[in-house]
């Protein structure tokens, strides 16, 4: 299956050079590019892409609303939000917008192609050492919200156990050794942790961890 993208950046070279990247992939397409959020959803709506690249400082509409709009639009393709910076204040607003994660414009080529396939495939950009130091550094300055740790009741002794690695930013096969599990059991877990409290994807769980106080520090 070829993965449908559309580029979203107010700077023309920083298009471009995705574009050329992208397009030496033969399971990527780039279907259309827009140097705005207006100009994004009108481009979205035609091409209908599985993924879009989005910058988050345009001029007009910004990349956070634009990013929501998409998400709860009739097509709502996964998105990644773009940033220059490894701590945005504006990267923890696009994951609550509904973005799957996000990457450095100077990320690799490997990791740019990588982070489109992940997300294309229904999985999120999430929790290396920079999402985490992202998410401490803007949750973490207000008390957990008093509904949100309500709702860890729900979960079990082990879904709290996997939610807190997950928050950790370890991957699945990483909680399965720490817990002496099989990846497929910690796969499950986590699937119920999702579904109880009613996240999305990875990346709400590591921001609901935060939230709830799971992670109190930078690990």
Request: net charge neutral; hydrophobic share 50%.
């Amino acid at each position: 299956m070829t993965i449908r993208v559309v580029l979203v950046d107010d700077q023309t070279l920083v298009r471009t050079g995705f574009r050329l990247v992208l397009d030496e992939t033969d399971d990527i397409v780039v279907v259309g590019e827009a140097a705005d959020g207006h100009r994004a959803l009108d481009t979205v709506a035609l091409t209908r892409p599985d993924v879009v690249l989005m910058d988050v400082r345009m001029p007009g509409l910004d990349g956070i609303e634009t990013t929501r709009r998409i998400r709860s639009g009739q097509h709502p393709a996964r998105v990644i939000i773009l940033t220059t910076f490894d701590l945005d204040e504006y990267v923890l607003a696009g994951l609550r917008a509904g973005a799957s994660g996000f990457l450095l414009k100077d990320a690799l080529a490997a990791d740019l192609i990588s982070a489109v396939r992940i997300v294309a495939a229904g999985e999120s950009v999430a929790a290396p050492s920079v999402t985490r130091r992202l998410i401490a550094h803007y949750v973490s300055r207000a008390p957990a919200p008093p509904i949100a740790v309500e709702r860890l009741a729900a979960l079990t002794a082990r879904e709290r156990e996997v939610l807190t690695l997950v928050t950790r930013g370890l991957s699945n096969a990483e909680i399965a050794a720490a817990l002496v599990l099989s990846e497929s059991t910690v796969k499950t877990h986590l699937g119920r942790v999702l579904a109880k409290l009613d996240l999305r994807d990875r990346v709400q769980a590591v921001i609901f961890g935060y939230e709830c106080g799971l992670v109190s520090r930078v690990q």
